[in-house]
């Protein structure tokens, strides 16, 4: 079962993933990433679009030319989960 990450948790996420934020007026982790240009960030969004999807947790992302946004937030709970620190987690081993 899901649930929401606990305080302490939630408190950890700046040690546990540093380059990741939190998005403003709601409970979801956002980073913003930048590429060479816009065959590379593609190439990135595909990466994370397999491993999204071998976890079944999918993000909400956005491209501009060479600019990728991906938001993570647990739409079941309501917020973070454990699934969201565990998808950052591997989007960042990507890179």
């Known amino acids: ?19 990741w934020k939190l998005a ?3 409970d979801a982790l ?5 590429f060479k240009d816009f065959s590379h960030a593609w ?12 976890q079944d947790h999918h ?4 491209n501009v030319w060479n600019k990728v946004e ?11 989960s454990g699934r969201d620190v565990t998808l950052a987690r591997a989007i960042d081993a990507l890179l």
């Open 1 to 19: 079962m899901l649930t929401k990450l606990s305080e302490t948790e939630h408190a950890d996420l700046g040690t546990a993933l540093p380059h």
């Open 43 to 54: 190439a990135f969004m595909a990466r994370v679009a397999l491993l999204a999807e071998k």
């Open 70 to 80: 991906i938001v993570l937030s647990t739409h079941d709970v309501g917020g973070l």
């Open 24 to 26: 403003e007026g709601r």
């Open 59 to 62: 993000p909400e992302w956005s």
């Open 30 to 34: 956002v980073r913003r990433f930048t």
